[in-house]
Every structure is written in structure tokens, then in C-alpha cells.
């Protein structure tokens, strides 16, 4: 079983955003892996709001991406925190997989139902 760092928007509709994570995580467990979303963690014990607190968590995530076996992108907007993600494990050689509307709504079609303003409907 790999580990995969699970890439998804956060800011913005921060509930919103949250539900697309959980669904990001089943599909990873779906396909017969572990997942780790700091950014469903870390929001539970930091202030997001608070500069120091939000770099913590950052440079937690980054920390952890170390010992992922892949990062998986999800969504159809990469954010800088993202990109950040992407180019980490570019420079660590962690590979990187950018799961696309089409696969997810083919082997989830209630992902696609459940969030109606994603690319994802059909």
C-alpha cells in the first residue's frame, strides 16, 4: 500500500473545499492506498489565520510529503500552496500524479453528483 499526498484547494471556500478533500481521500482509498491531507489536519490545530501558525503548517506538510510514495493533484485550479507541493516533490523525486475530472467521475460517479459546479458532472 503507497502513501499518497493528497493536493487539493483549500482557501477560498474553505467548506467547500473541505468536502472536495474528504472525496479526494476516499478516491485515494478507493484505489487501495493511504492518504495524508495536512491541509484536513493541521486546520483542526492551527490558526489558519495566524501567519506563524499557517508556515508551521506548511512547512509540516512539506515535511511529510518526504516520506509520501507519490502526490496526487486534485482539482481543476492548482493554488500556490499546491504548486509549492508540486515543485517539493519534483525537487525530492517523489512522483506526481494529476488525477483528472474524467477518471474520478468514471470510477466515483457520486463524486461528480455530489459536487454539481465541478467539471466532474456529467
Same mark, same amino acid.
Not at 20 to 44: I, T
Not at 46 to 57: K, N, P
Given at each position: 500500500?503507497?502513501?499518497?499526498? &493528497?493536493?487539493?484547494?483549500? &482557501?477560498?471556500?474553505?467548506?467547500?473545499?473541505?468536502?472536495?478533500?474528504?472525496?479526494?481521500?476516499?478516491?485515494?482509498?478507493?484505489?487501495?492506498? +493511504?492518504?495524508?491531507?495536512?491541509?484536513? /489536519?493541521?486546520? #483542526? &490545530?492551527?490558526?489558519?489565520?495566524?501567519?506563524?501558525?499557517? #508556515? /508551521?503548517? /506548511?512547512?509540516?506538510?512539506?515535511?511529510? /510529503?518526504?516520506?509520501?510514495?507519490?502526490?496526487?493533484?486534485?482539482?481543476?485550479? !492548482?493554488?500556490?500552496?499546491? #504548486?509549492?507541493?508540486?515543485?517539493?516533490?519534483?525537487?525530492?523525486? !517523489?512522483?506526481?500524479?494529476?488525477?483528472? +475530472? #474524467?477518471?474520478?467521475?468514471?470510477?466515483?460517479?457520486?463524486? +461528480?453528483?455530489?459536487?454539481?459546479?465541478?467539471?466532474?458532472?456529467?
Amino acid at each position: 500500500m503507497k502513501l499518497i499526498y &493528497v493536493a487539493s484547494p483549500y &482557501v477560498g471556500d474553505i467548506e467547500r473545499n473541505t468536502e472536495f478533500a474528504r472525496d479526494a481521500c476516499r478516491f485515494v482509498m478507493n484505489e487501495g492506498h +493511504a492518504f495524508f491531507a495536512p491541509h484536513l /489536519l493541521y486546520p #483542526q &490545530v492551527l490558526d489558519e489565520h495566524d501567519s506563524d501558525d499557517r #508556515q /508551521l503548517g /506548511l512547512d509540516m506538510g512539506k515535511a511529510a /510529503l518526504a516520506h509520501c510514495d507519490e502526490l496526487w493533484v486534485f482539482g481543476d485550479t !492548482i493554488s500556490c500552496g499546491m #504548486q509549492n507541493e508540486i515543485d517539493t516533490a519534483r525537487k525530492l523525486g !517523489i512522483p506526481v500524479k494529476y488525477v483528472v +475530472a #474524467q477518471e474520478m467521475a468514471e470510477r466515483e460517479r457520486p463524486f +461528480a453528483e455530489r459536487h454539481s459546479s465541478c467539471s466532474m458532472r456529467m
